[in-house]
């Protein structure tokens, strides 16, 4: 069974940085793409970042209300994949997920339904 645990959430004001991280254990790390999605009040999940499997960095995509902003990365050696978020705006808030893919070796892919198992989520909240 696959645990993930997120942390790094808060308040901050527009323009600021957060950095999420997501740790996780039950699998080999390496072998897994992971992913971050993000859940706004009223809104679908949405897909943030994600980052393929990989002995060591490893190929990331975004999404493109976030690219050039935020930066997925991932440390094998803690069992940790990282959301470095910046420039952060009041429509980022939401309530971020990280997630494991449920097939060894995948591309860290775009759909939520790829992955399965998730973290219980940490709040972001950006203020204008």
């Known amino acids: 069974q696959v645990q993930l645990v997120e942390s790094g959430g808060g308040l901050v004001q527009a323009g600021g940085s957060l950095r999420l991280s997501c740790a996780a254990s039950?699998?080999?790390?390496?072998?897994?793409?992971m992913g971050w999605f993000r859940q706004a009040p009223g809104k679908e999940r949405e897909f943030v970042a994600a980052?393929?499997?990989?002995?060591?960095?490893?190929?990331?995509h975004y999404a493109g209300s976030v690219k050039g902003r935020f930066t997925i990365s991932r440390d094998n050696a803690k069992n940790t994949v990282f959301l470095q978020m910046n420039s952060l705006k009041p429509e980022d808030t939401a309530v971020y997920y990280c997630?494991?893919?449920?097939?060894?070796?995948?591309?860290?892919?775009?759909?939520?339904?790829?992955?399965?198992?998730w973290g219980q989520g940490t709040q972001v909240t950006v203020s204008s």
């Open positions: 997630a494991v893919e449920g097939r060894m070796y995948g591309s860290g892919s775009y759909y939520p339904g790829e992955y399965d198992s």
């Open positions: 039950g699998r080999t790390f390496s072998s897994y793409g």
């Open positions: 980052i393929s499997w990989s002995w060591s960095g490893g190929s990331t």
